[in-house]
């Protein structure tokens, strides 16, 4: 079996790690996105979009002024008891009513669009930068942020694709609102007159500034109170993707938890993650509890304070009772305009988390293109000689060293060579090392280039597909007959597949483990590589499937073999053997043995 002693650690859940955020403020992260964006092939849709949408928005606030300067008409019918007045503006209503209609529906239909090729592009450019060479595996030790991928590339990608769109529609009408009725609340403010001495005196802009004040009070309060809305939005989002990922990992591996009896102890384990589910969940609550303080005050107030700022100019009899709703309505608007961070602090704190994750994963990802070699890690270079090369060579493994017992190898082209070593010597983090995927230690190893090189690990990998696109892996199925796919099965003894190519099943599921490592060799008897690298790859495999399979590799002309294992196999098969050491301080001499 692959020796696991030399990996890190993937045990039970512990104390979850802090939630790490991107370089850079939120302004800044913004500017990397936009800045990405640039060459997109969503580009030029979402800047149509985003244009039409500011369009739709502008003529709604042109339909907005019209809406209030009814108002006025329609209250001062209603007080002058004009009823072929009030039927005439009644009447009126209906259109403007329409007209806003339409316009709301096209805005929702715009801002649902953006949200579509907003996500698009997230989704697409994060899987490109993430479904590349070597950046899925390595991102698996960048800590929290490559804990859970899946959670940032599907669900957060969608959840900043819907904020962005909402907030972005709501900011712009908001700020257009502000344009339209900022200049028709300050000449309306001339009606605002106060009694001094018996002579009516108006403040200039004095509705305006009265808005002003208001609005960046509860503006305040409200940062204030819900900046920890942020930290605490992301510590959620993380504790959600650890238990969604242990709750898969249970469904992929029933079988093992069900033959060792092990449902209680994944219970248990599942309890501390939900537990840490709702713990994140109860400090969301307590912030937005705290927050709704601030925020339903603040709307309870704003239905009476514009009322009590502008009743001096109705009272003193300077406007009428249409002009003051006017001047009302007016201040609302300015008002409901300023206080948009107020209504939408909750959600503009999760939309900041929410970014957060979806850069720091961009972040995570682009660190991965470190430059090999020095601090204490080795190069894996590409030469052009043919052969497999390591030089000043040895292998740094989470617990201690390993090498082999002379720091220069050189396997050549033809050589079936086995690399055998002791527990915990590091034989399958040597393999990860071959293949690119483990870097820390010193020296150099030169290599092929890897297209002509398979990676054939103990437990092979097969995509979802048919099985024809299995066997194809990673070519189209398109790049190989079938003629050579049956006789690539029939070759390694598994007849019965031949007429499966079509069938679409869970292959790494449904066949048996010893059939999966027959298949996985199909697979390289129809790719027929140059070198083939195996990590215990014939484990399951009885002496009778293993002879077949030594002796079809060696009617592979030109085939070089790397195969590590635990113990020497002792076949013929391979013409020599290197052990691979734990380092314990001691130096050792060169030795490596010719089989013959």
Request: proline share 4%.
């Amino acid at each position: 079996m692959t020796d696991r002693a030399d990996r890190p650690d993937t045990g039970a859940p512990s104390e979850p790690a802090p939630i790490l955020a991107p370089h850079g403020g939120t302004v800044a992260q913004v500017r990397q996105v936009v800045a990405r964006m640039r060459g997109a092939p969503e580009r030029r849709a979402l800047a149509w979009l985003v244009t039409g949408l500011i369009a739709t928005i502008v003529s709604n606030n042109v339909a907005q002024i019209w809406l209030n300067e009814w108002q006025g008409l329609f209250y001062d019918a209603l007080e002058r008891r004009d009823w072929p007045g009030f039927v005439s503006e009644a009447l009126h209503f209906l259109r403007i009513a329409g007209t806003l209609l339409v316009l709301v529906v096209m805005q929702t239909w715009g801002a649902e669009m953006i949200k579509v090729q907003l996500r698009s592009w997230l989704t697409r450019h994060l899987l490109d930068e993430w479904l590349v060479a070597k950046r899925s595996y390595l991102l698996t030790f960048a800590g929290e942020v490559g804990a859970n991928p899946d959670q940032r590339i599907h669900e957060d990608t969608r959840h900043l694709a819907e904020l962005t769109a909402d907030l972005g529609a709501s900011l712009i009408q908001a700020t257009l609102l502000l344009v339209s009725f900022i200049g028709v609340l300050w000449m309306l403010s001339e009606q605002v007159k106060f009694s001094i001495d018996g002579k009516l005196v108006g403040i200039p802009g004095y509705m305006v500034w009265c808005a002003l004040a208001f609005s960046l009070a509860g503006s305040a309060l409200t940062w204030w109170v819900g900046r920890p809305m942020v930290g605490d939005n992301a510590a959620r989002y993380a504790r959600e993707a650890d238990m969604r990922f242990a709750l898969v990992r249970i469904g992929e591996s029933a079988e093992g938890i069900t033959l060792y009896g092990g449902e209680a102890d994944e219970r248990r384990t599942i309890d501390v993650l939900f537990g840490r589910v709702l713990a994140a969940m109860k400090r969301l609550v307590d912030d937005l509890a705290r927050l709704t303080w601030v925020t339903s005050g603040y709307g309870w107030l704003a239905l009476v304070v514009p009322v009590i700022v502008a009743s001096p100019g109705y009272f003193s009899g300077a406007m009428s009772l249409g002009g003051l709703m006017m001047v009302v309505n007016s201040f609302n608007q300015v008002q409901s305009s300023l206080r948009w961070f107020v209504d939408n602090y909750s959600r503009i704190a999760d939309w900041r988390a929410t970014l957060g994750r979806v850069e720091a994963l961009h972040e995570a990802l682009a660190a991965l293109d470190r430059p090999a070699g020095g601090n204490g890690r080795f190069d894996c270079i590409e030469d052009a000689t043919d052969g497999v090369r390591f030089e000043g060579f040895e292998l740094k493994l989470p617990s201690g060293r390993s090498g082999f017992d002379t720091p220069d190898v050189a396997i050549e082209r033809g050589e079936r060579v086995q690399i055998v070593g002791e527990m915990a010597a590091g034989k399958s983090t040597l393999f990860l090392a071959m293949a690119g995927l483990w870097s820390r230690g010193r020296g150099v190893i030169r290599h092929p280039p890897r297209e002509r090189m398979i990676f054939l690990p103990e437990r092979p990998y097969f995509p979802i597909g048919s099985l024809a696109e299995v066997l194809a892996y990673p070519d189209d199925r398109e790049a190989h007959t079938e003629a050579a796919m049956i006789a690539a099965l029939k070759a390694v003894g598994i007849d019965r597949l031949t007429g499966c190519l079509d069938e679409t099943v869970r292959w790494d599921r449904d066949i048996a483990f010893d059939e999966q490592q027959l298949l996985a060799f199909a697979r390289v008897f129809l790719h027929s590589p140059d070198w083939l690298v195996m990590d215990d790859a014939t484990s399951a495999l009885g002496a009778t499937e293993r002879r077949r399979v030594f002796s079809l590799m060696e009617k592979l002309s030109g085939l070089s073999v790397i195969a590590l294992g635990r113990t020497e196999d002792g076949d013929p098969f391979f013409t020599r053997t290197i052990t691979l050491k734990r380092r314990n301080g001691e130096k050792r001499r060169a030795a490596t043995r010719r089989v013959a």
